[in-house]
C-alpha cells in the first residue's frame, strides 16, 4: 500500500476516533470526586461539588407558606440547585410588619425559595412542598396555629402560574378532597428579622416541625436497588452492558431514542431508576441522544472524568451507578446552557401514556 493510501485510510479513522472522544465517549472509568457533607445530624450524603456544573446561571423564584418557616427554609436550601432560601412575611395588607406584627398585618410565614431550573425544576420544588405540608389543615401546621401559619404558594413570575395549577391539580386529584392552600400572586414580602435567617443551623436542635433530612429522599419514595452482576448480564445485550457497566460508548447515531418524538419518561436500563423527559430532549447533532436537565435533582452523580488526556464529566445513575455519558455546557442558552449526552443503550423509555400503570405517575408532572 503507498504512502498516499495510508492516508486516506488513517486520517478520516483518526477523526472519526477525536469525534467520538470530544462528544460524548469514555473508555475508563472517570475518577470520583464526589464529596460528602453532613445532612445537619449524623448521616452523610453525596453532594455534587458546586463547581462541576455550571449552566447560564437563570434563576427562578417561588415563595412558599407551609408554616413555621425555620424547617421550610432549611429544606429547601439543601436542596441541589436552590440558590437561596430567606424565610419572611408575606401576601399581608401592608408593606411593613415584622414577627411580632403578622398575626395584624395579615401576612403568612413564607420563604422565598431561588433556584436555577436547569438543575432543580420548579415542579420537583412544588411536589417536594405538598410532601412536607399538610394541604387540607387551615391556618395550622405542627404545633402552630394562626393565619399566619396558613398555606400558600405566591409568584410573581406569571410563567409559573401554569406549572403550580398543574402540581395543584395532580395533589387535589390525589387527596381527593378541596385543598387549603392558597395561591396567589405575591405582594408585600418582607424579609424577616436576622436571627430567624439560617436558624435552625444557628440552632440545630431547635423547633421544627417537618423532618428536613427527608430533602435527601426522592420524591417517589423509592429507591432502586442495583441487581448483582450476572442478573445485569442476563437482563442486557451485550452493548447495554459495556456501556453501562464497562463505560463503553455506543457507536453515534446508532440509539433507537435519536429524533424520539413520543412523550415519557427515560430510565436506567439496570434499575429503573428515572432519569430524564422526554421534554428534555433535543436533537444536538451529536449522535446520541441528549437532554439540557435530569428529571429530578437527585438521580445523578456528576463525576470529574480525566480519562484519555481529556477533562470531562462523567454522568452516572445514583442508585445504579450506571455510566450513562458526560455533560457539556454547550447545550441551548435559553434552557440553561447544559447538554447531557447520553448513550441510548443506558436508557430504557416508558410511554406517557403507561408511566403511572408502571409506578411512575409523579413523574407526569414532568412530562408536557
Not at 93 to 121: C, L, Q
Not at 185 to 198: G, S, W
Not at 296 to 319: A, F, H, I, P, Y
Given at each position: 500500500?503507498?504512502?498516499?493510501?495510508?492516508?486516506?485510510?488513517?486520517?478520516?479513522?483518526?477523526?472519526?476516533?477525536?469525534?467520538?472522544?470530544?462528544?460524548?465517549?469514555?473508555?475508563?472509568?472517570?475518577?470520583?470526586?464526589?464529596?460528602?457533607?453532613?445532612?445537619?445530624?449524623?448521616?452523610?450524603?453525596?453532594?455534587?461539588?458546586?463547581?462541576?456544573?455550571?449552566?447560564?446561571?437563570?434563576?427562578?423564584?417561588?415563595?412558599?407558606?407551609?408554616?413555621?418557616?425555620?424547617?421550610?427554609?432549611?429544606?429547601?436550601?439543601?436542596?441541589?440547585?436552590?440558590?437561596?432560601?430567606?424565610?419572611?412575611?408575606?401576601?399581608?395588607?401592608?408593606?411593613?410588619?415584622?414577627?411580632?406584627?403578622?398575626?395584624?398585618?395579615?401576612?403568612?410565614?413564607?420563604?422565598?425559595?431561588?433556584?436555577?431550573?436547569?438543575?432543580?425544576?420548579p415542579e420537583e420544588i412544588l411536589?417536594?412542598?405538598?410532601?412536607?405540608?399538610?394541604?387540607?389543615?387551615?391556618?395550622?401546621?405542627?404545633?402552630?396555629?394562626?393565619?399566619?401559619?396558613?398555606?400558600?404558594?405566591?409568584?410573581?413570575?406569571?410563567?409559573?402560574?401554569?406549572?403550580?395549577?398543574?402540581?395543584?391539580?395532580?395533589?387535589?386529584?390525589?387527596?381527593?378532597?378541596p385543598l387549603a392552600v392558597e395561591?396567589?400572586?405575591?405582594?408585600?414580602?418582607?424579609?424577616a428579622e436576622d436571627y430567624h435567617?439560617?436558624?435552625?443551623?444557628?440552632?440545630?436542635?431547635?423547633?421544627?416541625?417537618?423532618?428536613?433530612?427527608?430533602?435527601?429522599?426522592?420524591?417517589?419514595?423509592?429507591?432502586?436497588?442495583?441487581?448483582?452482576?450476572?442478573?445485569?448480564?442476563?437482563?442486557?445485550?451485550?452493548?447495554?452492558?459495556?456501556?453501562?457497566?464497562?463505560?463503553?460508548?455506543?457507536?453515534?447515531?446508532?440509539?433507537?431514542?435519536?429524533?424520539?418524538?413520543?412523550?415519557?419518561?427515560?430510565?436506567?436500563?439496570?434499575?429503573?431508576?428515572?432519569?430524564?423527559?422526554?421534554?428534555?430532549?433535543?436533537?444536538?447533532?451529536?449522535?446520541?441522544?441528549?437532554?439540557?436537565?435530569?428529571?429530578?435533582?437527585?438521580?445523578?452523580?456528576?463525576?470529574?472524568?480525566?480519562?484519555?488526556?481529556?477533562?470531562?464529566?462523567?454522568?452516572?445513575?445514583?442508585?445504579?451507578?450506571?455510566?450513562?455519558?458526560?455533560?457539556?455546557?454547550?447545550?441551548?442558552?435559553?434552557?440553561?446552557?447544559?447538554?447531557?449526552?447520553?448513550?441510548?443503550?443506558?436508557?430504557?423509555?416508558?410511554?406517557?401514556?403507561?408511566?403511572?400503570?408502571?409506578?411512575?405517575?409523579?413523574?407526569?408532572?414532568?412530562?408536557?
Amino acid at each position: 500500500m503507498n504512502h498516499y493510501a495510508k492516508k486516506r485510510i488513517i486520517y478520516p479513522l483518526l477523526c472519526f476516533v477525536m469525534f467520538i472522544l470530544s462528544a460524548c465517549g469514555q473508555t475508563e472509568q472517570g475518577k470520583d470526586v464526589v464529596k460528602t457533607a453532613k445532612n445537619g445530624k449524623d448521616k452523610e450524603v453525596k453532594e455534587t461539588a458546586k463547581n462541576e456544573v455550571r449552566g447560564t446561571g437563570k434563576t427562578e423564584t417561588l415563595y412558599l407558606a407551609g408554616g413555621c418557616f425555620w424547617g421550610i427554609e432549611e429544606y429547601f436550601s439543601r436542596l441541589y440547585g436552590v440558590t437561596e432560601s430567606v424565610s419572611g412575611y408575606a401576601n399581608g395588607n401592608s408593606e411593613n410588619t415584622s414577627y411580632k406584627e403578622i398575626a395584624d398585618t395579615g401576612h403568612a410565614e413564607t420563604v422565598r425559595v431561588t433556584y436555577e431550573p436547569y438543575k432543580i425544576r420548579p415542579e420537583e420544588i412544588l411536589v417536594r412542598y405538598f410532601k412536607l405540608i399538610d394541604p387540607l389543615s387551615k391556618n395550622k401546621q405542627g404545633n402552630d396555629v394562626g393565619t399566619q401559619y396558613r398555606t400558600g404558594i405566591y409568584y410573581e413570575d406569571e410563567n409559573l402560574r401554569p406549572v403550580i395549577d398543574r402540581v395543584y391539580s395532580y395533589f387535589q386529584d390525589e387527596i381527593g378532597k378541596p385543598l387549603a392552600v392558597e395561591v396567589e400572586q405575591l405582594k408585600n414580602f418582607v424579609p424577616a428579622e436576622d436571627y430567624h435567617q439560617d436558624y435552625l443551623q444557628k440552632n440545630p436542635g431547635g423547633y421544627c416541625h417537618i423532618d428536613v433530612r427527608s430533602a435527601y429522599e426522592p420524591i417517589d419514595g423509592r429507591h432502586y436497588d442495583k441487581p448483582d452482576d450476572k442478573k445485569i448480564k442476563e437482563q442486557l445485550t451485550p452493548t447495554q452492558y459495556d456501556v453501562t457497566q464497562k463505560a463503553a460508548t455506543e457507536e453515534p447515531g446508532t440509539s433507537e431514542f435519536n429524533g424520539n418524538e413520543k412523550r415519557g419518561l427515560y430510565v436506567d436500563v439496570v434499575t429503573g431508576q428515572p432519569l430524564f423527559s422526554s421534554s428534555d430532549q433535543y436533537d444536538a447533532g451529536c449522535g446520541w441522544p441528549s437532554f439540557t436537565r435530569p428529571i429530578t435533582s437527585d438521580v445523578l452523580q456528576v463525576l470529574e472524568d480525566n480519562s484519555l488526556g481529556m477533562k470531562r464529566l462523567e454522568v452516572k445513575s445514583k442508585d445504579g451507578d450506571s455510566h450513562l455519558g458526560h455533560v457539556f455546557e454547550d447545550g441551548p442558552q435559553k434552557d440553561g446552557g447544559l447538554r447531557y449526552c447520553i448513550n441510548g443503550a443506558s436508557l430504557r423509555f416508558i410511554p406517557y401514556e403507561e408511566m403511572a400503570d408502571a409506578g411512575y405517575g409523579i413523574y407526569t408532572l414532568m412530562v408536557e
